[in-house]
Structure formats: C-alpha cells, structure tokens
C-alpha cells in the first residue's frame, strides 16, 4: 500500500520531499486505521445474534421433539394435533411457509405444555380427594358408622351410581355386607357372583358390562329393576397382605366403563379403606369381648336365682328403647347399656338368707339389702373402664334413687340423679312386676301375688309413681315404647296371650312383631 502509494498517488501529486511524504502516508493511515475497527464490531455483533438464533432454533426443535415423545407415549397421533404440512413441509417452501410452519409448531407446543398442566391439576385434585378420604375413614373407629361413611365417599369419588363393601368372613368362607341399621348382614359365598369371584381368587375384575360374564348374579337387578353395566371390583387387604374384603363400584357416570386410571385410584382407596376397616373390625373385636365379659358377668349374678334369671338383659333392653326415644348420645346409650347389665352385681355381696327370702323384710334385713347399690359401685369402681364408660359406676348405683329424696343410697332428688339412672329405675321396677318370683310383690300396703302381674296393673303403678319416685317424663317415654318392650319378649320370657291382651286393650292391631 506504501509502494503504490509512493508510485502513483505521491508522483502524480507532485510531492518529491521525503517529509511530505511521511506526512501524507501518517496521515493515511490515521484515516483508514478506523475502518477495520468498525468492520471487526460490526462482524462479532452480526456473529453473536446468529448464535442466539442458532440457539433459539435449537431449543424449539428439542421441545417440539418432545411434545412428540409425549403424545407417542400416551398413545396418540401427533398428526391429530400437528397439520401434515408442519410434519413434512414441502420441500423449497419460501420464508412464509416456513414461518407458518413454525408457528403451527409452536401452536402445538403449547397446546400440548396446556395440556399437561391441566393433566398435573387433575393429578392434584385426585390425590387431594384420597388424602380428605382417608383423613375421614381414620378418623372414625365406630363400624356401624364407618360403614355407610365408605360407601358413600368411594360413590362420590369415583362417579359411580352405587357402591359396595364386603367384609370376608374366612370361617364361614363368605362375603356379607350391610344394608341398614337394624337389617341382618347378607351373605354370600365364595365365588357367588363378581365380589364373591374376587373375595375368593384376591383379582381384580373390571367389566364394561357385567351381563357379559357367566358368573355375574342377575337376581338383584331383576328384583330391582336395576341394569348393572360396568363394575369395578377389588380386594381389600389388612396390613399383613390378608384379604379382609371387597369393593366395588358400579356404572361409571360419563363414561361407558371404568379405565385403567380408575383401576389405579380404585386400588389407591382400597388400601385406604382396608387400614380403616381393619382398625374398626379391631375395636368391634375388643368391644365384642368386652360385651361378653359383662353379659357373663350380670348373668352370674340373675343366676344365683332362678327366678331373676335374664333379669338384667330385660332391663337393659328397656331402657335402650326408652334411651332412643328420648334421643340420648350414642355414648350415653353405652353408658346407660353397661350400667343396665350390672346395675345388681352388688348382690353378690348379700347373704342367701336375705337375697332370697321368701316374706317381707326386717329393718335389719331391708338395710343390708340396701347396701347392694353401694357394693356395686364398689366393685364396678375396680374396673378399668374406658374414659367414655367411667360414669357406669355412678349411672348403676343411683337405680334405687327416687325423685322426691326418699330413694336409696344418698337420697338424690329430680335431676340429681342422672338421667341413665332414672331411666333404670323404670325398667327395672317393671320387669320385677311383670316377672314371675317366688315371694309375693308389693304395692305399698298392699300384698300382690308372686306371679307376674297384668301389664295393665304395672302401668297403674308407674304412673302412680310418676313424680315421686319416677321421673314423669321418663315413664312417659317408658309407655310409648311398651308395645315395642313387650314383643321383644313375646314368646319367650312373657306368654303371647299375656302380651296381645294387654296390646288389644290399647287398640294396636296386627302382629305384635310388627310394632316399632
């Protein structure tokens, strides 16, 4: 550049002194040094937003690649979201094609990212619904509410028209379940039926229509007038892998059948229902025995005389009827139950010649007789009860308290003595008039025969004690539930003749096991 500068541009300009000749090329070159300068920004910016774009196009094909993968996965066409055009666009497209191609790409990108989220909120929903479930069925131990609790929550949970729970009883190798309060349990054998199949195989059966399968059981449907279509049943396990019973739901609402993410919530909510289950068939169990124990334990006492054999369990039985007529608690109606069986254990402290005298007492014998209300809660005070019984002690020995004061052990008055005990003293006063013993009762003065007296009498005499040693209300409550008391026992402690008397005198008609 200096060579030809010299050679043309300095000649023909006529410079010939050296000096202006190093001038003119300094000069030169501080002209063009800037020149490379800006060319060289001008290259690395150009370069560097090529690299985004190149980055960019990068990215966008790894996520379209995996909106693919993802449709793949669940079994879809990508060509039912993608245009075929976008898939394998036509070859020497000019730049607005391949524009309109990347946005329908983009399009379903997107729609696919809106879709999984929607997926993972639906995901969430569930997993929120079997968490409230199961934060309910372990929350309660009482079978007898349980029960219809799961039924009701597997229906809603899994859109189904109706559900069923089976509880497997290994010992008699059936299935039964329940339908209401009051109903016996149905049973049915292994292999009876789809629960039946499942109960006994442990498989899991999932039908669009159940009609299809040979061993599905029409009866119910006939009966009812029902269409069983898609079913959905499973095992319930315990903790140990033992099947403990079956669930299952029944016409899926919305749907023709249940699918396989049905299966697995299914499953999710038996495993849940089956801890629950197995904790309440464990307190059943524990309450059962406890039951037991106490029935034996009131038993032993009627059976030192023959006369007030089954003395207790009448009692008890009253005074339950008159305990839902008066709508009490479900923990006061346990309270009032095992108080009721054990209301007499104290007699086993008193002596033969005093507890089965045959005559009226001495003021000495009618004192130690009075002392059975204070041994029971002596002895009942030794037990260990559960913190929800621990009133029984209490509610058994203030049976023989009167409402006026005049009672026995303390001379309690109206609402001094609690409810249950009122409630005892009715029933058991009346079971003693109506049962048949070997000294002759008592009314006041007056001396009545040993054998069971008319219901009508008995009536007279609760309500002639209504206020002074009744309380009104509970011998009210006590007669509305008479009918029901007296078939209870109709047949068996009381003859029928002796029960549809009394009822025809008070205008009920029909069977007398029809009252409720």
Not at 182 to 191: E, N, S, T, V
Not at 310 to 339: C, M, P, Q
Request: aromatic residues 8%; glycine residues 6%; hydrophobic residues 40%.
């Amino acid at each position: 550049m200096i060579y030809m500068a010299y050679e043309y541009i300095l000649r023909q300009g006529g410079m010939t002194d050296i000096h202006e000749i190093k001038q003119a090329i300094t000069y030169g070159l501080l002209v063009m040094l800037p020149l490379p300068l800006v060319s060289f920004l001008l290259m690395s910016r150009w370069v560097g937003s090529l690299e985004v774009v190149t980055g960019e196009i990068q990215a966008r094909t790894a996520e379209v690649a995996a909106g693919r993968a993802a449709f793949s996965a669940q079994g879809l066409d990508v060509r039912e979201k993608v245009p075929e055009e976008i898939l394998a666009p036509q070859q020497g497209a000019g730049r607005e094609n391949e524009l309109q191609i990347l946005i329908h790409s983009f399009n379903s990108l997107f729609q696919t990212a809106a879709d999984q989220i929607a997926e993972r909120q639906r995901l969430r929903e569930l997993l929120a619904k079997l968490i409230a479930i199961a934060s309910d069925l372990t929350s309660e131990l009482d079978f007898d509410r349980l029960f219809p609790m799961i039924i009701g929550e597997v229906t809603a949970v899994m859109g189904a028209e109706r559900s069923s729970l089976y509880v497997i009883d290994w010992d008699c190798r059936e299935i039964w379940t329940k339908v209401a309060e009051g109903i016996p349990p149905i049973r049915l054998p292994f292999g009876k039926g789809i629960s039946g199949r499942v109960a006994q195989t442990g498989e899991t059966i999932n039908a669009a229509d159940a009609w299809e399968l040979p061993y599905f059981d029409r009866t119910f449907d006939a009966k009812n007038d029902f269409r069983t279509r898609s079913v959905l049943c499973v095992p319930i396990k315990g903790r140990l892998g033992e099947r403990i019973g079956v669930l299952q739901v029944i016409n899926k609402q919305g749907k023709d059948a249940f699918d396989l993410e049905d299966e697995v919530f299914m499953n999710a909510l038996a495993s849940q229902v089956g801890i629950s289950l197995e904790n309440s068939l464990l307190v059943e169990e524990v309450r059962l025995s406890f039951t037991s124990f106490i029935i034996t334990l009131s038993a032993i006492v009627d059976a030192r005389h023959p006369f007030t054999a089954g003395h207790s369990e009448r009692v008890t039985e009253y005074s339950l009827l008159v305990a839902a007529d008066l709508k009490l608690s479900s923990g006061d109606r346990e309270t009032l139950r095992y108080a009721a069986l054990l209301h007499d254990i104290g007699k086993i402290g008193i002596s033969d010649a005093v507890l089965l005298k045959n005559g009226r007492y001495t003021e000495e014998e009618r004192a130690d007789m009075n002392r059975h209300p204070v041994l029971t809660r002596g002895i009942l005070e030794k037990f260990r009860f559960p913190r929800a019984l621990s009133r029984v002690p209490e509610v058994a020995c203030y049976h023989h308290e009167k409402v006026d004061g005049r009672g026995y052990p303390e001379g309690l008055t109206g609402k001094q003595i609690p409810l249950e005990s009122r409630i005892i003293a009715v029933a058991d006063v009346f079971d003693a008039l109506t049962s048949k013993r070997d000294y002759p009762k008592y009314d006041s003065d007056e001396t009545l025969s040993s054998e069971p007296l008319p219901v009508d009498k008995a009536v007279a005499i609760l309500q002639e004690g209504a206020g002074t040693q009744f309380d009104p209300d509970v011998v009210e409550s006590f007669l509305r539930c008479l009918p029901r008391a007296l078939s209870l026992y109709r047949g068996s402690h009381f003859k029928p003749d002796y029960v549809d008397a009394f009822l025809r005198s008070r205008g009920h008609s029909g069977s007398p096991a029809t009252i409720h």
